[in-house]
């Protein structure tokens, strides 16, 4: 297979045209991921998987995470628990969802009996701004949530 140009006939390799090829599909993902967010009722059906019918309740988290981030590639989160740790009054889980990314789980975090302190410091991408939720699950059948506010000027996955 062979391609006129100005400068004459370029055959067309196969690695020519699989890069051609890839650079087209990175292209049409690029634009879907852009405009991809979670419905609210993906984040409410995430939600339900992660707790069941249970209601959260607000308190006993302490939620930090910037109200404000240039990009969205590495945005520093931590989760810390207000718990004693005991063998019968300790966090099982911590587990982080959010609204604006194309998949609304982020990460679940378990808490063996062992466990010193509930406490998760991470780095997660986000896409666009958005709500991140966390929700703890404690021993007794309990959970505990907070939000917050992420607003991101430069979404993860969008630079590439």
Request: hydrophobic fraction near 50%; include cysteine.
């Amino acid at each position: 297979m062979e391609r006129v140009t100005a400068r004459g006939v370029v055959p067309v390799t196969r690695r020519r045209l699989l890069v051609i090829a890839g650079a087209g599909l990175a292209a049409t993902a690029l634009a879907d991921l852009r405009s991809a967010r979670a419905a609210p009722e993906a984040m409410a059906e995430a939600i339900r998987r992660l707790i069941g019918t249970r209601s959260p309740m607000p308190g006993r988290i302490t939620f930090t995470i910037p109200s404000v981030v240039e990009t969205g590639n590495l945005v520093p989160v931590t989760v810390a628990v207000e718990s004693p740790m005991t063998a019968g009054d300790r966090v099982r889980a911590i587990h982080l969802v959010d609204d604006g990314n194309p998949a609304p789980d982020i990460a679940s975090y378990r808490f063996g009996p062992a466990a010193g302190k509930a406490e998760i410091s991470a780095r997660i991408r986000l896409l666009q701004s958005q709500t991140v939720v966390a929700l703890a699950e404690l021993a007794d059948g309990s959970v505990w949530s907070a939000a917050a506010e992420v607003t991101v000027a430069f979404g993860a996955c969008a630079d590439t």
